[in-house]
């Protein structure tokens, strides 16, 4: 066991709440803030395949996630007309008896991670952030917005792309880009053929149905928007109508119910990746803040869940905090690079309307690796 007993999380996301869950698990006290006021998050759903289920399993929540879940087995690919390409089957990676796959509501998602790390003993601070901090041989003094002061042994930069940790930790290195890409997303009550993760792919566009309840599923789906413009909100609707004009099949069918422009959640896709340990002295990034990457694969959230539970266990691994710091690193920089290179990599085949572009191949690959052991 390394000398860590208390540690600050900066960001209540997934990836903060799922490294406070963690760390608790082992016995480390955990202060967690967050910088909203009003804990919410945006709603609609995101695709958790097999590699995090497993993870959930080892934070020891998978019973109370999977109901707060929609579960399913295969990812069926589609043509832009809805013509079946391929079904990869799932992979069991949590056990026989649990599914392969979950598509569940951000909302819920929250909810279950929030409510489990306050359980556990995490004490939580809204409406706050880290003003300073210092780092010297005695430990980590923290300054916070509020004006207190605490000391830790460790502090985890989980505040996602746009990461104040990361600027106190590497100034302007590492600044979030525009990929020229954003996403279109909005719910329906499910469809009865939607009980799988269904991806309409092709030259022209890329779009998907996800499961997330019996009653509910949302559609995404990406767009080449080189100006990186700002949509009214009052032509939202009609524009994700527009942008999914080439595709057919289920989303064609559907395409005429996008009609409420405060249900279209719009993004525009920005990436940025720490190219060198994501840790000075007694800091660390984790999630997004060291490697956000574009949703082409669904692993941005995988990731950071792993890098939680990564952590969790090499801070009760022995050694020093360096040691443990840098062994975490040896487990997480190349499988976080790979998601992130391959992510942007599908993105610009897909701007570059590239025929060649095997996304088949690259999907089973993504789940041949996510599948292995951390
Ligand atoms: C359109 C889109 C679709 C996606 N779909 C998927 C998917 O299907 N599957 C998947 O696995 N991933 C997906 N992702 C990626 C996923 O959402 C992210 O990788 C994931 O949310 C990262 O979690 P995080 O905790 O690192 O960061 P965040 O979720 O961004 O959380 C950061 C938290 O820190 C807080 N914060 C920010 N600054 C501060 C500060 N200074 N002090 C304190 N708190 C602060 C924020 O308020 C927030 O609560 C998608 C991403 C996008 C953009």
New binding site residues.
């Given amino acids: 066991m390394s000398d860590i007993k208390k540690v600050l999380v900066?960001?209540?996301?997934?990836?903060?709440l799922c490294a406070a869950v963690a760390l608790r698990r082992c016995g480390i006290a955990v202060d967690l803030?967050?910088?909203?006021s009003e804990w919410t998050v945006y709603g609609v759903g995101?695709?958790?395949q097999s590699n995090?289920v497993r993870e959930m399993a080892r934070l020891g929540v998978l019973d109370r996630y999977l109901d707060a879940a929609y579960a399913f087995e295969d990812v069926g690919i589609y043509d832009l007309q809805g013509n079946p390409l391929v079904r990869i089957p799932g992979q069991r990676l949590a056990g026989p008896q649990y599914p392969a796959n979950v598509g569940i509501s951000r909302l819920a998602l929250h909810q279950v991670l929030s409510e489990t790390a306050i359980e556990a003993g995490t004490a939580v601070r809204l409406g706050t952030?880290?003003d300073s901090y210092r780092d010297d041989a005695t430990g980590l003094s923290v300054t916070f917005s509020d004006g207190s002061v605490g000391q830790y042994d460790l502090m985890v930069g989980?505040?996602?792309?746009?990461?104040?940790i990361r600027s106190m930790l590497f100034g302007e290195t590492y600044i979030p880009r525009f990929t020229g890409q954003a996403?279109w997303?909005y719910n329906f009550p499910r469809h009865p053929s939607i009980d799988h993760l269904a991806s309409f792919t092709g030259p022209g566009g890329n779009a998907g149905l996800v499961p997330l309840a019996d009653n509910l599923m949302y559609m995404f789906s990406t767009s080449h928007e080189p100006e990186n413009p700002r949509f009214a909100h009052d032509v939202l609707a009609q524009t994700m109508r527009d942008r999914i004009g080439q595709v057919g099949g289920l989303v064609g069918e559907l395409r005429e119910q996008i009609t409420d422009n405060s249900l279209v959640v719009y993004?525009p896709?920005e990436v940025v990746f720490v190219n060198e340990p994501w840790f000075k002295g007694r800091v660390l990034l984790?999630?997004?803040?060291a490697h956000?990457t574009t949703?082409h694969l669904?692993?941005?959230?995988?990731?950071?869940i792993e890098d939680a539970l990564v952590l969790a266990e090499e801070l009760v691994g022995g050694g020093s905090i360096q040691e443990c710091l840098q062994r975490f690193m040896t487990r997480r920089f190349e499988r976080c690079k790979y998601i992130s290179e391959n992510s942007i990599m599908a993105g610009e085949r897909e701007m570059a309307r590239d025929p060649d572009f095997d996304r088949i191949g690259l999907t089973k690959a993504m789940l041949k690796l996510t599948a292995e052991p951390i």
């Fill in positions: 900066v960001g209540g996301g997934i990836g903060g803030v967050e910088i909203k995101i695709i958790q995090v952030t880290v989980a505040d996602g792309v746009y990461s104040k996403v997303r993004k896709m984790v999630g997004d803040a956000a949703p669904g692993q941005g959230a995988g990731m950071a």
